[in-house]
């Protein structure tokens, strides 16, 4: 397991990086291969803040707690990380596993104008700049598991390839808390 553990605003003790690392130590059993955990201990006013970012088995889990303890703090956001893996791990169990996981590469560019008050001309005319670009993973999963996925980022959006049509899809949560799925359509 690589641990990474980094302070703000406060000094690191040994006493809090070995309880961080005996609660890491009983989600570690979980997993089957080698889990990246990134915690971030800080203190903002009185507040004690206790984030977890874990990489393992290609998902990645998130847990942020605050009290005014941080080893209160650092159990309930361990907690949380317990019960993402537990909720994961029982929908894992209860689905076969697929012989063909194929994971391919996909791009996509952000896109930025430079005036948004262009005229439509100009817009024809203007070129495009990319601001920002990143290269993914796709990891092939059905929806079911790709709305868990998403449950556990706490993102936004997943981009994955469907198992079931072979076809790049997204799924994302919507404000009402239900979850839509965008599928290419030929």
Not at 47 to 70: P, Q, T
Not at 126 to 131: E, F, G, K, L, R
Not at 138 to 152: F, G, I, S
Request: net charge negative; glycine share 4%.
């Amino acid at each position: 397991m690589n641990i990474s553990i980094s302070a703000r605003h406060m000094d690191m003790t040994d006493g809090l990086k070995d309880h961080v690392e005996s609660g890491l130590e009983r989600i570690k059993d979980h997993f089957d291969r080698v889990i990246d955990a990134d915690v971030i201990l800080s203190v903002e006013r009185n507040r004690h803040i206790a984030e977890f970012n874990l990489h393992a088995n290609g998902l990645r889990i998130n847990a942020k707690e605050s009290s005014d303890d941080l080893y209160a703090s650092i159990d309930s956001a361990l907690t949380k990380v317990n019960r993402q893996v537990g909720k994961f791990r029982d929908r894992i169990n209860r689905h076969k596993p697929r012989s063909n996981k194929e994971i391919q590469d996909f791009e996509h560019q952000i896109i930025q104008f430079e005036d948004e008050h262009l005229t439509t001309h100009q817009e024809e005319a203007q070129d495009h700049q990319v601001v920002h670009r990143e290269k993914l993973n796709l990891q092939t999963m059905n929806v079911n598991e790709a709305v868990v996925q998403l449950e556990l980022l706490h993102d936004e959006f997943l981009v994955f390839s469907n198992a079931d049509t072979q076809q790049v899809n997204v799924v994302y949560s919507r404000k009402d808390g239900t979850y839509g799925l965008i599928e290419p359509q030929f």
